[in-house]
């Protein structure tokens, strides 16, 4: 019987000392007015499935519940709502601070509650916000280029933010590949009517990673692994394809 209620008291002191989520103190990203989303999102998914034909594969790979980063790649103006709409979970992006000031679409990414990043300058304001949606238990959204796709292949180097934010807040990355986007919308063109297939790789957690190393080596390893997996489904030449026998499902 002591050594019961001694087991007990050990696992009631552990339970009591265990560190709540990383950012936790800090306020998260808004969510939209439901009427917004549920508006925005019909509207929105209606215009993508026609326009881009759009279709999300092995959408099983993003988590039902609990904290997550969404990281793409970043070939159009669309790619939040290509990536997001292949989940029924909101997805917080973080976006370019100047692209705030867009008419139009600026106006869009304050409707959808964006969190503003400087990419030369993070503000303390803008990680604290990342941090606590993760802290939340929610999911977030960045395109690990820093700025759209120049061709059809992924930009090198990649951004290490989101493996970095990964590491320091102990949760998944789920890589996305967005193939046909940029065929689709080329650089500095308007956008046709095209076939855009978005695709979610599994989670790399940073467990998976030697605890021996640094949390910076670690960090490092983890965008090797993130770019590996985009580019792994992305066509030379823009055009979209499916790779073994991934899940299709439409968005």
């Keep these: 019987m002591r050594v019961s209620v001694e087991a007990d008291s050990r696992a009631s002191k552990f339970v009591a000392v265990r560190r709540p989520p990383f950012g936790h ?5 808004d969510l939209p007015h439901p009427f917004s989303e549920r508006a925005g999102r019909a509207v929105t998914r209606w215009a993508l499935r026609g326009y881009l034909g759009a279709e999300h594969v092995d959408r099983h790979h993003i988590p039902k519940r609990g904290a997550a980063i969404l990281v793409g790649n970043h070939p159009s103006f669309v790619d939040p709502f290509l990536v997001a709409f292949g989940t029924k979970r909101w997805v917080s992006w973080l976006a370019f601070e100047e692209a705030l000031q867009w008419p139009g679409a600026g106006q869009i990414m304050r409707l959808y509650r ?11 304001s803008s990680i604290k916000a990342a941090y606590a949606t993760l802290a939340r238990g929610r999911l977030l959204g960045v395109f690990c280029e820093g700025e759209r796709s120049v061709g059809f292949d992924l930009n090198d180097p990649i951004k290490s933010g989101a493996a970095r934010m990964a590491m320091r807040a102990n949760v998944p990355v789920v890589p996305v590949t967005i193939a046909g986007a940029r065929k689709a919308w080329p650089l500095g063109g308007y956008p046709k009517p095209g076939k855009v297939v978005v695709r979610y790789h599994p989670p790399i957690h940073p467990d998976d990673f030697d605890a021996s190393l640094t949390r910076r080596q670690r960090a490092d ?18 055009a979209p394809r499916f790779f073994g026998n991934g899940r299709r499902r439409g968005g």
């Design 221 to 238: 390893q983890m965008t090797n692994q993130i770019a590996n997996s985009i580019k792994r489904a992305l066509p030379p030449g823009g």
């Design 114 to 124: 964006v969190i503003p990043l400087n990419t030369e300058k993070p503000q303390a």
């Design 25 to 29: 103190r800090h306020e998260p990203a």
